[in-house]
Nanobody, 124 residues
Framework: QVQLVESGGGLVQAGGSLRLSCAAS????????KGWFRQAPGKEREFVAA????????YYKDSVKGRFTVSRDNAKNTVYLQMNNLKPEDTAVYYC?????????????????WGQGTQVTVSS
């Protein structure tokens, strides 16, 4: 059984920063790609960022490029999402996800495990 636990969410003013963490426990997923998704009220869950097994490849939703950075520490089984210059439209529940494949993916269905989510609220 694999568990993903996100942390680091909260309330921040526009222009502020947050760093989300996602720790994996149980069967190790250090060989798999990881992703971050988000879901705002009344909207579908959407892709935000992804990182390959080694961290050598990353991919971002256009609207977060230059503001968000995804990284990972395989020794700690943890993936991070550094979010800078936050905007009110970034408000959502953020989920981390893990897949057994080594390449990153933007598709929800490609991910095998999901965390419970952490709320990020950006006030204007």
């Amino acid at each position: 059984q694999v568990q993903l636990v996100e942390s680091g969410g909260g309330l921040v003013q526009a222009g502020g920063s947050l760093r989300l963490s996602c720790a994996a426990s149980g069967r190790t997923l250090s060989n798999g790609a990881k992703g971050w998704f988000r879901q705002a009220p009344g909207k579908e869950r959407e892709f935000v960022a992804a990182i390959s097994r080694t961290g050598g490849s990353t991919y971002y939703k256009d609207s977060v490029k230059g503001r968000f950075t995804v990284s990972r520490d395989n020794a700690k089984n943890t993936v991070y999402l550094q979010m800078n210059n936050l905007k009110p439209e970034d408000t959502a529940v953020y989920y981390c996800a893990a897949r057994t494949g080594t390449r990153y993916s933007t598709a929800l269905n490609d991910y095998d495990y999901w965390g419970q989510g952490t709320q990020v609220t950006v006030s204007s």
